[in-house]
């Protein structure tokens, strides 16, 4: 009896938070709130508190299927990731190449981004799927050898 009624308090928060964030996402167009944005401070923390659960296999099956039919992410790093590799991947459809320079104006965070995985392929610290999508793009691992081999081959 009593635990009946802690599961309908629980449901009830959770359609609560649900709503705003179906408000939020209506407003904004994603469902990315940060826990440290003043204005949605709670629902932030809400958004950050499914996700923990989510990754501890603690929320329920249909709490999990109700944020995924909105976007919900669940990972905030895999999605940055597959972000910047899908933007790298725009890249060289436009340029014929994957070689960002952190120096190109008009692709700064894509630069930095390429160069951060460079320095995390060369650290081992890059995961072996990783490695092998931006293998499967013709990622070059190291400028100094595409250097030597462009001036190889002028020769």
């Known amino acids: 009896f009593i635990w009946d009624t802690i599961e309908i308090t629980w449901d009830k928060q959770f359609d609560k938070h649900f709503n705003r964030l179906c408000a939020f996402k209506a407003e904004n167009g994603h469902c990315n709130v940060s826990q440290y944005d003043k204005q949605n401070k709670s629902l932030g923390q809400w958004v950050n508190a499914q996700r923990v659960s989510y990754k501890k296999n ?31 991947c725009a890249f060289k459809g436009q340029s014929g190449h994957c070689d960002v320079s952190r120096n190109d104006k008009r692709n700064k965070s894509l630069g930095k981004w390429v160069n951060a995985q460079r320095v995390s392929y060369k650290r081992s610290s890059l995961k072996s799927d990783r490695i092998q999508q931006l293998s499967s793009i013709g990622f070059i691992w190291d400028r100094q050898d595409l250097s030597w081999n462009e001036k190889f081959d002028q020769h």
């Open 58 to 88: 603690t929320l329920r099956s249909d709490h999990i299927q109700q944020l995924s039919s909105i976007g919900f992410i669940w990972d905030l790093l895999e999605y940055a990731w597959n972000t910047n590799f899908d933007q790298l």
